[in-house]
């Protein structure tokens, strides 16, 4: 079964679905950290995210599994290097390539196949897992996810920059050529502004508790 989760940078979807796949003992995909471990890779070579050509060679080259819950790149442990402000600054210009989409998503499908899984990200509900059993959209304010991002403590960056970060991810995400951020009929719009992460949790796993018990899987 799959459980998909889009929203946009900031709202809280690792948290949930981290939470949700450990309670129904499923598999937990974070899609970005896939194109933070390239974006990580472009930063070491010297690749600028607008060189498409040098950009889609290195991702191609890119070993990208994941073992024991955490990203490796080329037979690394990369997980605790892909929330640094440095990736942040690039990352979302280096998802906007279309041919690394494709890449990561080719690893995406081939990691996943045959699981129960919760994957998160912006293109989940839309393009990666169009047949996901259960499907969400999960919302906040530019205002609300960067207070969220300022209270964890791991950006050096003042509330008003990240703000503004978090305003021109979301402008470069939905205007993506492909994989591009948006709302699908049959997603489940949750504005979580005024939720707690329990609630949205709660509210995720309801969902899942209702198909399963519907569906009689
Ligand atoms: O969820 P995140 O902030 O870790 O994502 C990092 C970047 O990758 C962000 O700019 C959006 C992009 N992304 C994407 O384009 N498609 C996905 N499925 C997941 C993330």
Known sequence: MIVAIDGPAGVGK???ARFVADRFGFFNLNSGNFYRAVALKALEEGVAPDEEKALTALA??????????????????VEGELHSDRVDAIVSPVSACV??????????RRITSGMDVVAEGRDMTSVVFPRGEVKFFLDASPAARARRRHRQGVSELSLEEIKRGIEERDRIDRNKK????????????????????EEVCERVSDKIKEYIADSGE
Request: net charge negative; proline share 2%; glycine share 10%.
């Open 178 to 197: 492909e994989g591009s951020l948006k709302i699908t009929e049959d997603a489940e719009y949750l504005d979580t502004s005024d939720l707690t992460l």
């Open 14 to 16: 690792s948290t949930v």
């Open 99 to 108: 041919p690394v989409r494709h890449i990561v998503n080719g690893h995406i």
């Open 60 to 77: 191609e080259g890119a070993d990208l599994d994941i073992r024991e819950g955490r990203l490796y790149m080329d037979g690394r442990d």
